[in-house]
């Protein structure tokens, strides 16, 4: 008994893992978006149902995941570059309000245009053969290797983040953008260029996140949003700008919220009756990361790694 | 030229001017209630109910975006879940209407709360509880600002979707149906005619109490947190309760629209607490014209219409709405009323 | 001697590497101006941040009427009776000047949690900020929105909002930035009138006002305040004049 629950909560925690790593792809483009631009974008899930959307088409025409794969971030990647070519540097300078209502509107051209071309009904997308299956964990633990693979997709990204910016010229450029706007102009920076780089590297990672939950899940219109919103309460736990911040709300919230869910209705069997608890339980799971947030909030009204003072 | 400029520093000298019903803003305002109240007034002596029920559901709506443009418009706060207290009143109507209906309790303990059928309990408890769910909600982030402000008003109000999604007592995802309209004392609420009546009411009373507010003292120290917060505090007011007051009283008015679209439409689904639900609110109050007492009616009509008109041509009229809204925020930022009745003048 | 009015204590104020206040004490009388001057970096920001409230300091006291407000905010200390002005305007833009002013006589008033009867015609507030406008000479100006007016007449108006507040005490920080020779000698010349009903703590860059306008003069440098006197003994300090005309 007690080994059961060991071996589930182990499992838990895992996908706990696996859902923060998916809201650090998400989370580290929208954080860098707004601390380099200033930049609140809501269209940032289209880009990930973009990414589902190419992935899914593109593995079904060729058979192959990986090509697939590939078409889905450059898709998000193209669809990112042109959005900030045409809409999305007119808001720069405009307030958040024009910035929320813009990139809403952006949401509304997307979902309904992909329903448009799509259908409404969902698409298909398998994991590629070699990658399905259990593997046995340390412990005794059998754990889907699809899932794994993208802890380990989202842990290769973070470090990768981590080098461009702390180690390349690109990164420096952004960490200059983040303190200081007018002196990256001043260095000479092609602005405009950098720009629409961060902004088309945000969409490609959130590309690669839609198209490997898309694999696990289904793939369809409104996918991101969801994940938009949850990657909304990582930033702002983590503090808007901080890429730090992101992985470090990420993980607390994947984690939070996939345990919340198993373990709260249990907790709750404790002094309820089954069903009673059932309803309670999952109603208060489903509001735990709210309340997580706002119990961060009361304290840092400015997340846990502020990034700007 | 030395002309030219005393003529334009005279101007706001004529403080009998504004508001007057003969000069162009006037006329419009008067002409988007004339409409409002009119079209439906014709469609109920022809006998055509469809569309009696629609200017209801453009009254309501507006009226939601008067509660949202008090906080947005009038506030500077940006909130991005408004839908929290639209959907909140929608709810307490439909679970009131619930237990009336079966004869249970809402909470046996610690003391008896029974249903009820009556709209006035009803409109009672959705401004007293959505007032209160908004100071709390207020309370923590109105000590945030600018971006995190937005998120976390939007994160508030998801989190309320998603309570109303799982707790399975009052529909869960399906929602909850109203089977017989919430009553008034001498009138018959299920008469279409007498609901626009009713809702029409409330648009004018909230209106009316958005604008007398705005005149007064506390509409004078609202207006300076939103210009400039500095000033407000130099002077001696601290922003932050003036903020956190105009918010609540924002919710209370959103909340008892939400009571009333309930009613109208007799039923509740967590659909009334999405993120759609306050963007599109948002959409409306922007479309209007934002910080225009009189915007939130024309977004409202002008939405419902595009909805109704677009929506009867293609399934997928939200595409549309996404590149009008996209074009109005880019280019005509001051909304219809920006657009039909002139820029607004503050004096 | 004269009643002091706003006292400062050993102020201390620390970012990090940086002691941005070093034990600053300086007093306020009734019926004086002065200044505080220094050169940009010695740290005056800081310092009026300290005694409006925007900052709180690692240590020592701020003192008003006697009362201590080292821990009020920044509204509790203008409901005291410290009224300031701002070095960047700090007016509400779109509004005309009477109703920049008015908000501050409505918080004088302490009734802002009204909300029925109209302030456009209240004449309760009307009054007292017309008069204060009077008091700076910008009656006539008052239905103009702030955003047509001059640089210069937009100082004055900050000033009439911290006179409609009835302070105790006036900080003005830099009422003179950016003014021509004619409004600075203006606005010299309504100060030298103000200074009989309020205390002035005037923080300036301009040296002839200060001069003119100051009874006692205090020099931060780098954080502390290397001197405090008169215009004539601050002339003669070596020190002052170190910190001032270079190495």
Redesign the interface.
Known sequence: MHDVTATLFFEQLLNGLQLGTMLFLMASGLTLV?GVMGL?NLAHGSFYMVGAYATASVTAATGSFLVGLSAGIVAAAAVGALVELL?IR?LYHRP???Q???T??????F???T??LFGSSPLWLSPPEMLTGFVTLPGGVRYPLYRLVIIAVGVLVAIGLYLLISRTRLGMRIRAGESDREMIGALGVNIARLYTLIFAMGAALAGLAGAMVGALQSVQVGMG?PVL?LA??V??IGG?GSIKGALFGAILVGVVDTMGRVFLPSLFRNFMSPSEAA??G??V???LV??L??LI??FK???LFAAHG | MDKLKSETTALPSLPALPGAWFDRKGLVQIGLLALLFLAPLAAHLLGHIYYVNLASRITLIAMAAVGLNLAIGYGGMVSFGHAAYFGLGGYIAGISAYHAFDYSLFISWPLAIPGSDSMLVIWLAAILLCGLLALAIGAISLRTTGVYFIMITLAFAQMMYYFANSWPTYGGEDGLPIYIRNSLPLVDTGQPWTFFLIAFSGLLLAMAITSRMMKSRFGAALTMARLNDTRLATAGISPYPIRLVAFVISAMITGLAGALYADLNGFISPTMLSWHMSGELMVIVILGGVGRLYGPLAGAILFVMMETLLGGMTEYWKLFLGLVLLLVVLFAKHGVMGWLAGRERHV | MSEVVLTLNQLQKRFGALQATRDVSLELKQGEIHALIGPNGAGKSTLIGQIAGNLKPDAGSVHLAGQEITALSVAQRARLGLGRSFQVSSLAEPLSVVRNVMIAVQALQGHSFRFWKPVHRDESLLGPAREALERMQLGHRADTPVSELSHGERRQVEVACALALKPRALLLDEPMAGLGPEGTAHLTELLEKLKQEVPILLIEHDMDAVFRLADRISVLVAGSVIAQGDSAEIRRNPDVREAYLGD
């Open positions: 707004f609140i809409v007119r958040h309000l024009d929320v209502l813009a809403f509107a952006l949401i509304l051209i979902s309904e245009g329903r448009w949003e919103i909304f309460v930033i702002v808007i309803g309670v999952s109603a799971a489903a509001m709210y309340i947030m706002a909030l009361a009204p400015k997340g």
